[in-house]
C-alpha cells in the first residue's frame, strides 16, 4: 500500500557528501515517522537518523554533526544529507516510513520499507 523509493546512493570519497532522497507513493492516509537505516556487510541494520510528522529529529551518535535529515510534507518525501563521509559509512541505505493505511473499515499503522540504495565511501 505503500511503495518507497530512495535515490542519491554512489561512491564518494573520504570527506565527501552524498544527498539521499526518498519518495513514498500509494494508498495511505498519513505517514507518521520517516526513518533512514543503514547495513553494513555482515552487520545489522542499525538506525541512521529519525523524523517524526511533528518534526523531532534524532541522529545515530555515529553520524551526528555530519548528517541532517528533513522532510518534504507535501510530496511526503524525506532526505538525508551526508557530509564529511567516512569508509566507515559504506552501507546500503533503507528509508523506512510508519504510514497510517486505510484497512477494512478501520485505519492501521504500517511499517515499510525501501529496497535501498548503496553508499560507497573510498578512495
Known amino acids: 500500500q505503500v511503495q518507497l523509493v530512495e535515490s542519491g546512493g554512489g561512491l564518494v570519497q573520504p570527506g565527501g557528501s552524498l544527498r539521499l532522497s526518498c519518495a513514498a507513493s500509494?494508498?495511505?492516509?498519513?505517514?507518521?515517522?520517516m526513518n533512514w537505516y543503514r547495513q553494513a556487510p555482515g552487520e545489522e541494520r542499525e538506525l541512521v537518523a529519525a523524523?517524526?510528522?511533528?518534526?523531532?529529529?534524532n541522529y545515530a551518535d555515529s553520524v551526528k554533526g555530519r548528517c541532517t535529515i528533513s522532510r518534504d510534507y507535501e510530496k511526503n518525501m524525506v532526505f538525508l544529507q551526508m557530509d564529511s563521509l567516512k569508509s566507515e559509512d559504506t552501507a546500503v541505505y533503507y528509508c523506512?516510513?510508519?504510514?497510517?493505511?486505510?484497512?477494512?473499515?478501520?485505519?492501521?499503522?504500517?511499517?515499510?520499507w525501501g529496497k535501498g540504495t548503496p553508499v560507497t565511501v573510498s578512495s
Open positions: 523524523i517524526t510528522s511533528g518534526g523531532t529529529i
Open positions: 500509494g494508498n495511505f492516509y498519513s505517514i507518521n515517522a
Open positions: 523506512n516510513v510508519d504510514a497510517v493505511v486505510p484497512g477494512t473499515g478501520l485505519y492501521y499503522v504500517m511499517d515499510y
